[in-house]
């Protein structure tokens, strides 16, 4: 009987284990395109029978899911690397489509540009006509609305991107949440020694890492118990096996400021630490788009700056000196929160060719100041104030600032949304020179050009210095001698005396009134030839006629107003690096698209379902059942034959 009973015994066993392997190969098979779904696969062991007898059957010692640690990190990393690339070349493609990526530069704003400063030609040839202002004043109207449009959509290229980072964070802390609740149900469905593990929820626990990783960068290591830990890349933790920790977003340490990711349990801003996924493309799209503000809020202040100057050097149709042509913001200073003085900044952009476009944080120090530069993060030393200079910008400091406090200065952040142009008549242009030379009736062979302005550090020696109080009136310049002379007052005053080179001429120099800047000088230059004494000419302030101030603004067109570049050249530098970053971009969602695609591939021939294995195994279980069920059925006949036996005897 002892016979028979274990053929029994070893068959039922062998039905279940086949029942078992068979209800796998169903389980797999309906979860064939469930996400994060492990194939999972039976483990049979022989059941020990005694020493030099047969064994006792089989057994199911686990039901196993296919699934190896080091391709599921390499999987979650290539899934936050490629989402990262396809968020930031989306981000690319909406920040290229702002500019004429097509034309270098040519278009867009480069063409207002160009427009606006053939519209000053037009006053030069003509700087009596009132249409050819009206149409400059047009064209300036025109370029500053180009200035306010891409202004505008940069600022809402940035709003947009902290919508989605904000939306990000959120959807990161609902994920470590459900991990580290899972975790926490793992825990305490796994054996301490080992055994049966809950597949289906290590399962659905991989499944929301991954999708963690789709929106940011992040480092899983394995923990007790089953239990997965999820770092940042810069080591912030985000699941410790059954909590979580979350992430918040807010306006930075400086508030109204783009948006910065700080780390919940002590408040620290881990936006720089932050790669991969969602939120790895947005900080470089972020930075892309801060740039690029920088850089066109530059332009607004140069060109400003530049027409501005000019046109507080010439005279317009009324016979005054002209006033600024373009309104435009200046720097923002934002004092950190945690500042302990009362102290303030406020900066200026005092030489537009000096000044780089960017951000800065100046922080005073036990030696004094410095700045460092936010995307660089280059430090340059100040000194102590009150007055700072750096990088064409003047800091002046005012109040108590305490050391360890420190100021975000974004110079040009707001500067192409804020330019305006701040007239509408066109008698306020100021195309005449300060002054123009009419010769009396002289024996000499002198001239005397229009007036153009300089810095009174440029002139030559010998150069009679009109004051500022007599600028404005009617002079006289009257030869004493060959080489001397004088400068008369309408009341024949003598306010200036110069001296004269027959190989090289001389200068007048007329002091330019507040508000112009002081060593601003309207300079009219005497030609080299003969001079008698008695020879006399008469400056009077220009008219219409000479245009002579329009001319030298005109040439604004060509002179390096911007970091060692003109106008048009930065705009088409700035077009260049914002199609070279897009392409950049493209090529490198392409490579990280190839990346996952592969990694996938590689985790699907040992994690996923393949239905052609599944139905060859359904085959074997199903034969290796049958076979079970017929050593039950044999070992019944041979019972049934015993019992006949035994009762016929």
Do not use: C, H, W
């Not at 609740?181 to 796994?190: P, W």
């Not at 118990?225 to 410790?240: F, I, Q």
């Not at 530098?573 to 695609?597: C, E, F, K, R, T």
Request: glycine content about 14%; overall charge negative; cysteine-free.
């Amino acid at each position: 009987m002892t016979g028979l009973t274990q053929l029994v015994n070893t068959g039922l066993s062998g039905l279940d284990a086949a029942g078992q392997a068979l209800a796998t190969v169903s389980n797999n098979t309906a979860n064939v395109n469930t996400p994060g779904y492990d194939v999972e696969g039976v483990r049979q062991a022989a059941i020990p029978g005694a020493p030099g007898s047969v064994g006792g059957g089989t057994q199911v010692t686990s039901i196993q899911r296919a699934f190896d640690q080091f391709v599921f990190s390499q999987m979650v990393g290539a899934t936050s690397s490629n989402q990262a690339a396809q968020v930031a070349q989306s981000n690319a493609q909406n920040l290229a489509a702002i500019f004429p990526i097509a034309s270098g530069g040519a278009s867009g704003l480069g063409a207002a540009m160009t427009s606006f400063f053939s519209a000053m030609n037009g006053i030069a040839q003509d700087p009596a006509s009132l249409p050819n202002r009206g149409a400059f004043l047009a064209q300036a109207q025109a370029l500053a609305s180009d200035f306010n449009s891409v202004g505008s959509q940069l600022a809402g290229s940035l709003t947009m991107i902290d919508g989605q980072m904000s939306a990000a964070v959120g959807q990161i802390n609902a994920l470590t949440r459900q991990i580290a609740g899972l975790n926490r149900q793992i825990m305490t469905q796994s054996p301490p020694g080992g055994g049966a593990a809950p597949n289906a929820l290590m399962d659905s626990r991989d499944n929301l890492i991954q999708q963690l990783g789709q929106e940011l960068g992040v480092k899983v290591i394995a923990g007790s118990g089953n239990s997965l830990d999820v770092y940042t890349l810069g080591g912030a933790v985000l699941v410790d096996g059954g909590t979580s920790a979350n992430l918040v977003v807010s306006s930075g340490s400086y508030g109204g400021n783009a948006m910065s990711i700080a780390y919940q349990p002590n408040g620290q801003d881990i936006t720089a630490t932050l790669s991969g996924g969602t939120i790895g493309g947005l900080v470089s799209s972020q930075a892309q788009a801060v740039a690029a503000q920088n850089s066109v809020g530059g332009l607004a202040a140069a060109l400003a700056a530049g027409v501005n100057a000019r046109q507080s050097l010439g005279l317009d149709l009324n016979g005054a000196l002209g006033r600024s042509l373009f309104s435009i913001g200046g720097p923002n200073v934002l004092a950190a929160a945690s500042n302990t003085g009362g102290g303030s900044l406020v900066a200026s952009i005092t030489d537009s060719t000096a000044f780089v476009s960017g951000n800065f944080v100046v922080t005073k120090t036990s030696g004094g100041y410095e700045a460092s530069d936010t995307a660089t993060g280059n430090v340059t030393v100040l000194g102590s104030g009150p007055s700072l200079s750096f990088d064409g910008m003047t800091l002046a400091v005012s109040g108590t600032i305490n050391t360890g406090d420190s100021f975000l200065v974004a110079p040009t952040a707001t500067a192409a949304q804020t330019l305006s142009v701040t007239t509408s008549d066109p008698r306020a242009v100021a195309a005449g020179a300060a002054y123009v030379a009419t010769p009396g009736n002289n024996r000499g062979g002198v001239a005397v050009s229009a007036s153009t302005p300089a810095a009174s550090g440029s002139l030559a020696a010998g150069a009679a210095i009109v004051p500022a109080a007599d600028f404005g009136q009617s002079l006289t310049v009257k030869f004493t001698s060959a080489t001397s002379f004088d400068v008369l007052s309408a009341s024949n005053a003598v306010v200036a005396s110069g001296t004269f080179s027959a190989a090289n001429g001389g200068q007048v120099a007329i002091a330019y009134p507040a508000p112009t800047p002081a060593g601003q000088v309207a300079v009219l230059k005497l030609s080299p030839g003969t001079a008698a004494a008695g020879d006399t000419f008469s400056l009077t302030p220009d008219g219409p006629s000479s245009g002579g101030n329009i001319v030298g603004m005109t040439d604004l067109a060509n002179q390096s107003l911007l970091s060692g570049q003109t106008l048009n050249g930065s705009y088409a530098a700035l077009v260049a690096q914002v199609g070279s970053a897009g392409q950049a971009a493209s090529l490198a969602a392409q490579a990280a698209q190839g990346v996952l695609a592969q990694v996938q591939a590689v985790q699907q021939s040992i994690s996923g379902v393949n239905l052609d294995e599944q139905a060859a195994d359904l085959v074997s279980y199903q034969q290796a059942y049958q076979a079970s069920a017929q050593i039950i059925a044999s070992a019944q006949v041979l019972f049934q034959g015993l019992i006949a036996a035994v009762q016929a005897g």
